[in-house]
């Protein structure tokens, strides 16, 4: 435990050095300066500012822990977060923190330095969203040590975001790419085939599609019910509930797809009856070529081949979603009905994510009302 002795002055050559002497965490007495002044006025000065600052328990005592490493340990004392969380909050230090701020200790942190560092992540070649949640984690771990007195200055009340210029649409597939995917599906293996076409039918998520359970699908209404997300963190498969009330839901598929998710289900029986399929904590719909559970990175893997294999221009797999959201847009389906389908907690969040979607749909109803008007 740091503990504060004293302040001081000391003149050497001709100079006043303002002093604060403390014992560190292994017991051993130091002195940390707080800068060197030309005449004795300007050194009382900072030395009375100093005392203040003890004083009132705001002053900061020097830290040899770097800012990279308080970034990896944020999470170690907070209850309550998930294992994806955490896991997402090590991998974006490591990608963007780590390379950029090395050793460099967190007391050594300026205000000039730090905004350095904000403008270096806007100015990279990521998603706007993805730059907000490098700096929502290295802003909060800050805020955190101005509040545990490792730093003498909330850092991030000085620091100006910069604003996002460009307007970003969620990418999609055309109807007709749809059709080009559904088509060249059926060359593809049982298992890949069978989450494609769920994703592309039911506008799920991926850990949705691949936490789906035989349980949770009803053949004779033909619908499913949603409220499992399959995550693969660190090596081990976790089944987790969706993070809010609305994402756990009912949804109806075609008699098509659910043709194919009784073939599937009477091809895992026979595999079950033969022992060639192990007994999991949770009976998923989509297994792998191991009949286990199916990973959510390799599904990705898998999804980019096989686009660039078809000679379609590559769009990320939750692109599936949104294109089925755009579909149902352009099919005149209301909004509060694609906002259940999908989830979403409110429909203002589906209005803001597709806007584009429901202003061509608009154009679309303008045509019809003239048409009508005009006869």
Known sequence: MKKILSSFIRKRNDKYYVYVEYIDEVGKKKQKSQGSFINKKDADKKLIEVKNSINNDIYALPSNISFTNRCYRYYDSKLGISENTIACAKSIVKKHVE???????????TVNKYQTFVNYVFQKDLAYRSKRKIMQLCNAVLNEAYRLQEINKKITDFIILPKNNKTHEEEIYSIEEIKQILNA???????????????????????????????????????????????????????????SKSSIRKISLPDHVFDMLKKEKLRQNKLKLQG??????????????????????NLDITFKRFIKRIGLEFKKLHALRHSHVSMLVASGVDVKTISERVGHSDISITLKIYAHAFKENDKIAVDKIDNILSQ
């Open 99 to 109: 390379p950029y701020w090395g050793n460099m200790k967190l007391s050594d942190i």
């Open 185 to 243: 599906l059926e060359s593809e293996s049982i298992y890949f085939q069978n989450a494609i076409k769920l994703l592309i039918y039911g506008g799920l998520r991926r850990g949705e599609v691949l936490g789906l359970t035989w349980d949770c699908v009803d053949f004779e209404n033909k619908t499913i019910k949603i409220q499992y997300n399959l995550q693969y963190i660190e090596g081990k498969y976790i089944m987790k509930q969706p993070k």
């Open 276 to 297: 060639l399929m192990k007994e999991k904590e949770y009976d998923t719909v989509c297994i792998n070529s191991n009949n286990n559970y199916y990973n959510p990175y």
